[in-house]
Nanobody, 122 residues
Framework: QVLLVESGGGLVQAGGSLRLSCSAS????????MGWFRQAPGKDREFVAR????????MVRDSVKGRFTIGRDGAKNTVYLQMNSLKPEDTASYYC???????????????RGQGTQVTVSS
């Protein structure tokens, strides 16, 4: 059974930092793309970042460039999302997902976790 389990969400003041982690298990993800998505109440789900399982080719959306970093901890089989200089508009439920394609399209991700809530107060 494939499991993606997120952790690290919480409540933080604007300007603060959080580090989200996604623990992946149940199959080998070599050659897969790991992504982070978010969805705020009343808004569409949006792509945040993706990286290859090898740790190569990281990519983040324009609105978080310079603030968010995606990476992979090979020893722990996890993917992380380091979020700095957080803004109230970053408030959302964040989830990780896995795709066979190098893509930012949510519908092409075969597996996803339950999500973790990030709330940024002003």
């Amino acid at each position: 059974q494939v499991l993606l389990v997120e952790s690290g969400g919480g409540l933080v003041q604007a300007g603060g930092s959080l580090r989200l982690s996604c623990s992946a298990s149940g199959r080998t993800f070599s050659g897969w793309t790991m992504g982070w998505f978010r969805q705020a109440p009343g808004k569409d789900r949006e792509f945040v970042a993706r990286i290859e399982w090898s740790g190569s080719d990281p990519m983040v959306r324009d609105s978080v460039k310079g603030r968010f970093t995606i990476g992979r901890d090979g020893a722990k089989n996890t993917v992380y999302l380091q979020m700095n200089s957080l803004k109230p508009e970053d408030t959302a439920s964040y989830y990780c997902a896995a795709s066979r394609d190098r893509t930012i399209v949510a519908g092409k991700y075969a597996y996803r976790g339950q999500g973790t809530q990030v709330t940024v107060s002003s």
